[in-house]
């Protein structure tokens, strides 16, 4: 009933309000009823206790399918009475199939328990009568005010703050997630929660309309917050009876129906879906911004800070005043200030410099008035060097970006900005909208000044970090728009440049790495950098160390800024080897395997196996028996493909040679977890002759027992044995594995390589995992690229699709019913999509050169994945 009055345009209000009156008269007539069927011993005792609704359902704001909060409240004396009249009242409602959270406490209980615990004190706080004996409930409220409101209500208002601050580590610390939670993220209902606690704390003030009648809030804002309250409301009430349950995260699936619902429409370049999200997210910064201005207020202020107010601090360069370590514009000034831009820009710099916070009643003075300021304006050279001071610092950079963002004071310096304010990019590997993802990256490059490592270091060491920080303010801002985003940004950046006042020199860094940013994730992550016309390939494009560091630094802090842990250990790992490759090719200290460095090689390896068997490293294990020699090793080295041998560590070196050494009829596989990049590593090493189809095999049996694969470089020596190694990542342990799980996937690898265990069981057992989560727009179009350029010795294959469980198998089956052989594969997931590439050669181990035949690649994989993915709908 309630969904049908909300499909038909029933507001929040009104099914919150009818639900609760629901909940009331089904409880009120319950307890009325029970009351009436005790006996005579008992009547006396229902006089001293009585029903009451707390927590939200004690506020009237009872969502359907929400949890119904509920206690019996006694004095003395009645404890068996209610004990027997709470089975009577709460059993009915479980019976009914409601979520009840349900209590039976003595007024004495009330007071301990909030005492000590702040979420029983919040509860009972919002405490309402329902039914029995009011003297007992008037009693309670009459206590527990004189207890725990008034005076003690600013150490309640820290303890909620600090509270809620969990709440945002845990559901979001920034209003623009892209799948937020409408209770619980930042700027959700739960802030107006706050709001509302403080009220009542401070000012025995329980609701809006309290508050804004006894002038603790401004009329406009109490006509905002109802209306982003409502918003909030009946966006919730949606979501619930959706689901059929208390759901209160707006998925993707979820935006996408209720912007149809919204009565929102697609536009040549924004979604429905985006415009709708535009709508939540100006909602929900109104109500932080809101709540966070009235605790502000609220909070009790030192005998110093009140006498502030009264005697104002000196006017500082004229315009601004600081009182503590807020900044501020004093009214009379503020139309001055509007006037001159500089003196805005100055606004931010001065808060940045002086480490200040500017008073969000400032910043949403400005909004108005910069909304309909002219972009020229600001298109100043003192303008222009206050921006650039503000993106070098010193002082917090991001976080004064982003009050600029907030006062629609960026915009103006970058026209562009004003298009992606909370537009959010539609996929699963974002988490947060163009314009947060911006500047949060600004954020992350800020935070590499503090990292005591490899990448801290290069950060420190680049010069010009205000260009770096204005290209991650820039690179993202093509999005949304007809074309490549890449190409739309450079043009975004020559134009930037062009109203900075920016050199020639400095126009080409700022082009360069907007245009390029995605070119060394996918140079590092999609391609094998040691190769050598990867690596002078890419050295060419950056030209100059300097450029490098740059684009290193931008490239981290991208990563970084996607969401919450995506920038892992082995993507780092990953971009530092490329870093570090590419700074040697480029200032001429890199090394080529030439016959000096295989001998240096070689003398690695023998002088590492010496100082194993002179210290005992290797426990128990008895001495070999025969000494590695110099000459022994080199001529293993030489059968090695010379990419090995520069890019294999010598200690990784030692435990190939040594199971090379051991080999015998049977496959070897060595497993070990990599503590530093946190993925676990599984080589094999046979003989390809006696196990063909190594590949295949492999990736199924990885797959079947639940393993992400990484990355895998097939090496094939001139002798027919193979060093296979697999980085994968393990999704059944946060760290190390246990060592019987490294042993039991070794096992199975060898059980079907020799055929005790056919590939196909293992797969089919083992596929446990549920597929990938579908789209709600539909399935991406699956993509197969032939690259003939890139490498000498492979043809490279770039996959593109829908990521699903067993996917990889699917292509690498396919790969070899082509009668092509992998050398390497790179397999990068972005949480609904893969990006794989193999590195493939034909069966004469050459590259495939006939145009017919890679179509017939392209084709034959693309109808293999579709076919595959399909049967998954």
């Known amino acids: 009933m309630l969904a049908q009055r909300l499909a038909q345009g029933a507001t929040g209000a009104e099914i919150i309000e009818s639900f609760t009156e629901f909940i009331d008269a089904l409880l009120i007539a319950r307890y009325r009823e029970t009351s009436r069927r005790v006996g005579q011993a008992d009547i006396a005792a229902l006089q001293h206790c009585c029903l009451v609704a707390i927590g939200g359902y004690g506020r009237r704001e009872l969502a359907p399918y929400s949890d119904i909060d509920v206690m019996l409240l006694y004095r003395s004396g009645a404890t068996e009475a209610v004990a027997d009249l709470s089975k009577e009242v709460f059993h009915h409602l479980w019976d009914l199939g409601f979520q009840v959270g349900h209590s ?120 905002a917050l109802l209306e982003a309250r409502e918003f909030l409301w009946r966006v919730r009430a949606f979501l619930h009876c959706e689901a059929g349950r208390a759901q209160d995260i707006l998925s993707f699936d979820e935006q996408v129906r209720l912007a149809e619902h919204w009565g929102f429409h697609d536009q040549p370049h924004l979604l429905a879906v985006e415009q709708f999200m535009q709508h939540y997210y100006r909602h929900t910064r109104g109500i932080y911004d809101r709540c966070l201005r009235f605790v502000d207020r609220s909070r009790r202020r030192s005998w110093a800070q009140r006498l502030a107010e ?81 993106l070098t610092g010193p002082g917090p950079i991001a976080e004064t970006l982003d009050a600029m963002h907030r006062a629609y004071v960026l915009e103006k310096l970058i026209p562009a900005f004003a298009r992606v304010r909370g537009l959010m990019q539609f996929n699963q590997y974002h988490k947060y909208t163009v314009d947060e993802h911006s500047l949060l990256a600004v954020k992350h490059a800020e935070m590499l000044a503090h990292r005591q490592d490899f990448v801290g270091t290069v950060y420190r060491d680049v010069p010009q970090k205000d260009l770096v920080h204005l290209a991650l303010l820039l690179h993202d801002l093509g999005k949304g728009r007809t074309g490549d985003h890449s190409e739309v940004g450079r043009e975004i950046a020559q134009k930037t440049a062009a109203r900075l006042s920016l050199t020639p020199h400095e126009t080409h860094i700022l082009e360069f790495l907007v245009h390029k940013h995605l070119l060394m994730a996918h140079t590092a992550f999609r391609r094998d950098i040691h190769d050598d016309k990867v690596l002078l390939r890419f050295a060419r494009e950056v030209k100059t160390p300097d450029m490098l560091k740059q684009l290193f630094v931008l490239t981290v802090a991208d990563i970084a800024a996607v969401g919450p842990e995506v920038m892992t250990k082995w993507k780092e790992a990953l971009l530092i080897e490329l870093f570090a490759r590419t700074l040697a090719e480029l200032t001429g200290g890199r090394e080529a395997a030439s016959d000096e460095h295989i001998q240096y090689v070689v003398r690695e390896v023998v002088a590492l196996v010496q100082r194993e068997q002179e210290t005992g490293a290797r426990g128990t294990e008895p001495v070999e028996p025969d000494p590695w020699r110099d000459e022994w090793v080199a001529t293993q080295l030489q059968e090695f493909p010379s990419r090995y041998v520069t890019a294999t560590p010598p200690a990784l070196i030692v435990q190939h040679l040594r199971a090379i050494r051991a080999l015998r009829d049977e496959p070897q596989v060595l497993a070990e977890f990599d503590e530093e990049r946190k993925v676990c590593e599984y080589t094999l090493i046979t003989n390809e002759h006696r196990y063909p189809s190594i590949f295949l095999h492999v990736t199924g049996v990885l797959a079947g027992m639940g393993l992400e694969v990484l990355n895998a470089h097939i090496t094939t020596r001139r002798d027919g044995i193979v060093v296979d190694r697999f980085v994968v990542h393990d999704p059944d342990y946060d760290g190390r594995p246990p060592r019987s799980r490294l042993e039991a996937v070794s096992e199975k690898i060898v059980q079907v390589l020799t055929g005790r265990e056919p590939i196909e069981q293992v797969f089919a057992r083992g596929r446990r995992f549920q597929a990938g989560r579908r789209f709600p727009t539909g399935r991406h179009p699956t993509e197969v690229h032939i690259d003939n350029e890139t490498s000498d010795q492979y043809t490279v294959i770039d996959v593109f699709a829908d990521d699903r469980q067993g996917l990889l198998y699917v292509i690498a089956k396919t790969l070899h019913e082509l009668g092509l052989s992998v050398g390497m594969a790179r397999i990068g997931t972005k949480l609904d999509q893969v990006a794989d590439v193999f590195y493939v050669t034909g069966p004469n181990r050459e590259k495939i050169d006939s145009p017919a035949m890679c179509e017939r690649i392209c084709t034959t994989l693309q109808q293999a994945i579709d076919r595959f993915l399909d049967a998954q709908i």
């Open 104 to 223: 039976v406490r003595s007024i004495p209980d009330c007071l301990s328990l909030a005492e000590t615990d702040l979420t029983i004190r919040t509860a009972l706080m919002e405490a309402r009568f329902l039914a029995g004996a009011p003297t007992v409930f008037h009693e309670f409220r009459r206590r527990f005010a004189r207890r725990f409101l008034g005076r003690r209500a600013d150490a309640f208002i820290q303890a909620k703050l600090e509270e809620r601050q969990r709440d945002y580590a845990k559901f979001g610390e920034t209003i623009y997630l892209l799948e937020p939670n409408v209770k619980k993220s930042k700027g959700g209902l739960r802030d107006v929660h706050v709001l509302q606690w403080v009220g009542m704390a401070k000012y025995q003030a329980a609701t809006l309309q309290e508050l804004v009648d006894r002038g603790l809030i401004a009329h406009q804002d109490y006509v």
């Open 310 to 390: 009264w005697l104002p601090a000196p006017l500082v360069e004229g315009s601004f005043r600081i009182t503590g370590k807020s900044l501020t514009i004093p009214t009379e000034k503020l139309g001055h200030v509007l006037a001159h831009p500089e003196l805005l820009l100055r606004l931010f710099r001065l808060a940045q410099e002086r480490a200040l916070i500017i008073e969000s009643r400032v910043l949403e003075e400005l909004q108005p008035h910069l909304e309909t300021m002219p972009n020229e304006w600001f298109h100043t050279p003192h303008a222009s060097r206050l921006f650039r001071q503000i």
